[in-house]
């Protein structure tokens, strides 16, 4: 059974730049979700797809939009890079639209870095 | 808004000794779930605690919803080094997202 895995690792962008993150969800999953975390602080939540559908969003701005495929990656697109933006960003899987009660597998994350 | 308030922020103890971290809101939670990161990963599930007043152990760590399921805290009995980390509560709601508390940051030291 492999876990979630998110590409890249790290990355550098400039200010205004576009961006695109990817996850690939543990096997079984159908609901990937992805947060944000800013340096020494928890996790914020951007949003939740659940079979290709947005099922919830948190508190940020259009420029942060998402995808997922019939095979349940994701996809993470941020427009307009600000360097507010830069943090690691957390990809998690889960089973069922509304699971989050029984708990998130989560990647390793994706070490954005706006310059 | 929902949050989550943890405390200590910082918990810097020697090997063998105890510790309690905290977890507090206002608002009230379907249930809790523990979660430790280490630097580099994405945090992993320890716990998830639904009902209230509900207590789970996982070895020399034990975790405790509160009875109106707003707070929580864990204790950890006879820290080991491979204890260190930081400490995530996180609560579920009837949306489908987890809030986050702000995180408690764990060096145990020999």
């Known amino acids: 059974e492999t876990g979630v895995t998110q590409s890249p690792t790290h990355l550098i962008k400039t200010r205004g730049q576009q961006v695109t993150l990817r996850c690939s969800s543990q096997s079984g999953h159908n609901t990937v979700s992805w947060y944000q975390q800013a340096l020494g602080q928890g996790p914020q939540f951007i949003f939740q797809y659940y079979r290709e559908e947005e099922n919830g969003r948190g508190n940020f701005p259009p420029r942060f939009s998402g995808l997922q495929f019939p095979n349940y990656s994701s996809e993470l697109n941020v427009n307009a890079l600000e360097l507010d933006d830069s943090a690691l960003y957390l990809c998690?899987?889960?089973?069922?639209?509304?699971?989050?009660?029984?708990?998130?597998?989560f990647g390793s994350g994706t070490r954005l870095t706006v310059v | 808004t929902q949050l989550l308030e943890q405390s200590p922020q910082f918990l810097s103890i020697q090997e063998g000794e105890n510790l309690t971290v905290y977890c507090n809101s206002s608002s009230v939670f379907s249930s809790l779930q523990w979660y430790r990161q280490e630097p580099g990963e994405g945090p992993v599930l320890l716990v998830t605690?639904?009902?209230?007043?509900e207590v789970k152990k996982l070895k020399r760590l034990t975790f405790q919803f509160g009875d109106a399921r707003k707070d929580s805290s864990l204790h950890i009995t006879a820290a080991q080094p491979g204890d260190t980390g930081l400490y995530l509560c996180?609560?579920?709601?009837?949306?489908?997202?987890?809030?986050f508390g702000t995180g408690t940051r764990l060096q145990v030291t020999l």
């Open positions: 996180a609560g579920t709601g009837t949306a489908s997202k987890l809030t």
């Open positions: 605690v639904v009902t209230g007043g």
């Open positions: 998690a899987s889960s089973l069922g639209g509304n699971s989050a009660n029984y708990g998130y597998t």
